[in-house]
């Protein structure tokens, strides 16, 4: 089988899966314990809370353990809203977020927040002028994604950060979901940033757990509360075996991120040499640097999502309509939408998307496979 559907999940790592599995079988104390017991568990938090943060260049206290990217994506946001709602209620987002994003900023609509979503260009990114034009003097949040999950656009998160810094109080959020790991971390920690994103399973962690960084000194107001854990900001008994699995995977993920990242780049430049000589293929992704590594989204004028997506599988090769969540309701992308691309387009739109296990005779094959279906496509239509 060719899994090319790494940005809707990963594999978990074997490493991480043995790590799981040893920390479920003998550290299964509640970190919140007084025993021994619960001591030896609370050690492992700290100590899988300072291994990420020593990745990521960071302090252990500015590391929150959540269950995952839309946790860490609703958190944020209505942290920052219930927080700063005397300071204002005005959120800056892009038209291209992920909808836990999306979707949490139309929930806080209904609250009487107001959101500004910044058009795209043609490739999906925004512009810094937009930017600057939206903020107001209410203006409490900017939300950016680092990197689109449905076509791969790196967006300006550094020129953001540049403009934000004559405005400290609006709180900087980054959702990194799709961004770690793929060659860009400093421009996603960036020295303005206040809030980022993360999420285990996209990383080879298991699934149902997640981080956010919160840089020491801003506030957001907790969005699960309880029994005070996570200093009170996070409540509910941590996941300790899937903490401690997803700071292995984290490790893992960042050895050698160079190497990787070449490796994703050369066999996204693989593929998309070869589908880009066929006329009815568009392709979104575009095969330059301000594109991730990973990603590559076109269509085949014609024939739906679906139709490619199953036809592909029939060949034991699974990618994906644009985007996971999307995948089941019939939607158009989201993202192509807002680039204004045509509705047949948008109905076309598939993902391939790469992790470093895949390989370059893994492009081979689907490009053969490619040039097969191709032709069955243009006989139907
Ligand atoms: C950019 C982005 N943000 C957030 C999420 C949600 O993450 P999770 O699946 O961990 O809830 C995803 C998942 O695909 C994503 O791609």
């Not at 994003?101 to 795209?120: A, F, M, R, S, W």
């Not at 506030?219 to 996941?239: D, V």
């Amino acid at each position: 089988m060719i899994y090319f559907d790494n940005s809707a999940t990963t594999q978990i790592d074997p490493s991480a899966l043995n790590t799981y599995d040893q920390v479920s079988k003998k550290i299964w104390g509640n970190p919140s314990s007084l025993h021994r017991f619960g001591e030896e568990s609370f050690n492992l938090l700290n100590q899988s809370r300072k291994q990420i943060a020593d990745l990521l260049g960071v302090q252990p206290n500015e590391i929150i353990f959540t269950s995952g990217g839309t946790e860490g994506d609703n958190w944020v946001l209505k942290g920052t809203a219930i927080e700063k709602r005397k300071f204002g209620r005005h959120i800056i987002t892009t038209a291209v977020e992920h909808p836990a994003i999306h979707n949490t900023c139309e929930q806080l609509k209904q609250l009487g927040y107001d959101v500004t979503y910044l058009p795209v260009d043609g490739e999906g990114r925004i512009s810094i002028d937009d930017l600057k034009a939206a903020i107001r003097k209410d203006t409490i949040l900017v939300s950016i994604m680092a990197v689109n999950n449905e076509i791969g656009t790196i967006q300006p998160i550094k020129d953001a950060a540049e403009v934000l810094k004559q405005y400290p109080n609006i709180h900087y959020h980054i959702d990194a979901v799709q961004g770690i790991g793929k060659g860009i971390q400093d421009l996603i920690m960036n020295e303005r940033v206040d809030f980022v994103t993360f999420s285990g399973h996209k990383f080879h962690a298991p699934r149902g757990v997640g981080f956010i960084y919160k840089r020491a000194g801003k506030k957001i107001a907790p969005l699960m509360i309880g029994g005070g854990q996570e200093h009170n900001l996070r409540s509910g008994t941590e996941n300790l075996p899937a903490i401690a699995a997803m700071a292995r995977a984290l490790r893992l993920l960042l050895t050698d991120e160079d190497a990787k990242v070449q490796k994703q780049a050369a066999i996204k430049s693989a593929i998309y040499d070869h589908i880009k000589n066929f006329d009815k293929v568009t392709i979104f992704s575009k095969d330059q640097d301000n594109f991730a590594p990973h990603i590559l989204c076109f269509s085949i004028l014609g024939v739906r999502g679906e139709t490619i997506v199953h036809a592909f599988e029939d060949h034991d090769i699974y990618i994906s309509t644009t985007s996971a969540c999307s995948s089941k309701d019939h939607v158009p992308s989201a993202t192509l939408t807002a680039m204004q691309e045509p509705t047949e387009l948008c109905t076309s739109a598939v993902r391939v998307s790469l992790d470093a296990n895949n390989t370059l005779a893994e492009a081979e094959t689907f490009n053969r496979v490619f040039d097969q279906l191709y032709e069955q496509f243009s006989k139907l239509s």
